[in-house]
């Protein structure tokens, strides 16, 4: 396929958002997400119709990148590290020197019995060495956007379904007009998590400039994102 005939947003500079393979590649700094998003949107408008899977993918990257940057930012912030703690060893006390004549035999038992005291003592350093080492944490704690996907799900259907029940269609801009960016876009992968399951009904305005959710009851069909019927 030619450059002419891809979609625009599989060239250059909108590629970057939808080679999810080489994204954690990228430096998140040289990505300047709002003038991207706002250009990938006029783009849209001039083709004359919107892309859900497209914009849903183009959404996803920018959020991650967004994420990367915090965390970019959070580590600069984080205090220097102490240095690791030097595990301390019990040197046991020198033995003292017994005193014996020159010609004086020491019997086979005596011998035998400070062998055998040596070791119990090292068995017991040993043991002890052991019980102060600590136990390394492997596991990290993740994203809670991630993590509680499920509960955010609910609460967002719950407040579409009790907050705007007089309303027959909501828009997504008066639904997301208070929040930033992140909000935002996390709320538009939500939606589409919802209409997957069943649980709303998404539409275009006539104009393609907005998102129209209709909440579904539990007998209704499973949800479609389709337009408006002309």
């Known amino acids: 396929m030619s450059e002419t005939k891809k979609p625009f947003w599989m060239r250059h500079p909108y590629l970057i958002l939808f080679d999810l393979l080489r994204l954690h590649r990228v430096k998140p700094w040289d990505v300047n997400i709002a003038n991207l998003l706002n250009a990938f949107l006029i783009e849209m408008k001039h083709k004359g119709h919107i892309d859900f899977s497209a914009s849903g993918t183009a959404l996803l990257s920018s959020s991650i990148i967004h994420r990367m940057k915090s965390e970019l930012v959070l580590k600069m912030e984080d205090p220097p590290r102490p240095p690791p703690q030097r595990l301390h060893e019990d040197v046991p006390p020198p033995l003292p020197l017994p005193l014996r004549f020159e010609y004086t035999a020491t019997p086979l038992s005596e011998v035998l ?32 956007f991630i993590t509680n996907v499920q509960d955010h799900l609910e609460t967002l259907y719950h407040r579409l379904s009790h907050e705007f029940r007089n309303l027959q269609q909501i828009s997504f801009t008066n639904l997301t007009i208070k929040m930033d960016m992140l909000e935002v876009v996390r709320t538009f992968i939500l939606i589409l ?30 949800a479609t994102i389709q337009s408006p019927q002309g």
Do not use: W
């Open 193 to 222: 998590f919802l209409a997957s399951r069943g649980k709303v009904e998404l539409f275009q305005n006539s104009d393609y400039t907005d998102i129209m959710i209709k909440v579904k009851g539990p007998r209704e069909d499973t």
């Open 113 to 144: 019995q400070s062998i055998e005291e040596v070791i119990k003592s090292e068995v017991q350093l040993l043991s002890h060495k052991t019980s102060d080492l600590k136990p390394i944490p492997l596991v990290e704690e993740l994203d809670d």
